[in-house]
């Protein structure tokens, strides 16, 4: 992209120019009959899509921030993608909400917002036949009708990332939309390349990858030293890197407030 202000090429989907800092307009993409924007990447970013009549597009529950007045809503259970054990096992062993919902446009085209808990930033991926994903199961925002996420694939049901970390496959074709904690990083490998990601950092990857999950530096260093699991992701493909870390920010959070908590529950004991 060029800055329309200063004319310097860049690379970043900042809503700023780097070499300027004057602010960019975000890009509206079009896909098929879907528009959308991704703004105020990547801290707080919201996907917003445009719709046209009889358009739809399939978000996760409590994801909507905004809609035009036009806009149906039919919230239903995950059980049309995955069945009625697929839709259990996506809400009690994936921790996410057993509900899902559909937006349609109807009478004209219409718009809608979606957001995700985590602050930080949304990035699109294609998925067609041969080019599917492997994401995070917390990271689904949003997708378009024709793409379904397997729940009977062994990296979720057998919880092969660890650390209460359930991945999904992506099925079929379309456009699917991911949410991230932190900025993305995309790492493109080519066949022979790899890259180790700590697993809480690992957003997506292509499933044209190999991949190889294990703990790091062994069980002492892993007690002693913090860490957890990685993954080495062999190319060829895409590995999207989240960069920061859920657990590393609500430990940070514990210590401000555990000892608060600890006062609090003694001097209730005292009384």
């Known amino acids: 992209m060029f800055c329309s202000h200063c004319g310097k090429e860049f690379l970043t989907e900042s809503n700023y120019c780097p070499n300027c800092g ?11 009959s879907l528009k959308f924007e991704i703004k105020y990447s990547p801290s707080y970013a919201l996907l917003e899509a ?16 905004y809609m035009s007045s036009n806009i149906n809503v039919e919230t239903r259970t995950r059980m049309k993608e995955t069945g009625i054990w697929g839709a259990i096992k996506v809400s ?13 446009a109807v009478g004209g085209p219409g718009k809608a917002g979606f957001v995700s808990a985590p602050l930080g ?7 067609s036949p041969n080019k599917g994903y492997i994401i995070q199961s917390s990271a689904y925002i949003a997708s378009t009708a024709d793409v379904k996420l397997d729940t009977e694939w062994q990296g ?11 991945m999904l496959k992506t099925l079929g074709e379309g456009d699917i939309f991911i949410n991230t904690f932190g900025a993305i990083d995309k790492h493109e490998l080519k066949a022979g390349e790899s890259l180790i990601v700590d697993n809480y950092h690992l957003a997506a990857l292509s499933d044209t990858c190999d991949y190889k999950v294990r703990m ?5 260093s892993t007690i002693l030293g913090g860490e957890g699991f990685i993954t080495e992701v062999s190319g060829p493909g895409e590995v ?14 514990w210590r401000y407030i555990a000892p608060k908590v600890g006062s609090r529950f003694a001097f209730g004991r005292r009384r």
């Open 22 to 32: 004057a602010p960019i307009a975000p890009v509206v993409m079009e896909r098929g």
């Open 156 to 166: 979720f049901t057998k919880g092969l990332f660890g650390q209460n970390l359930f």
């Open 121 to 127: 930033d949304i990035t699109h991926l294609e998925v």
């Open 50 to 65: 445009q719709l046209p009549e009889n358009g739809h597009i399939t978000a996760e529950a409590g994801a909507l921030t």
């Open 216 to 220: 790091f530096g062994g069980l002492k």
């Open 92 to 104: 009690l062993l994936g921790g996410e909400t057993l509900f899902i919902t559909d937006y349609s």
């Open 240 to 253: 999207y890197v989240q960069t920061k870390n859920v657990k590393e920010f609500v430990d940070w959070i």
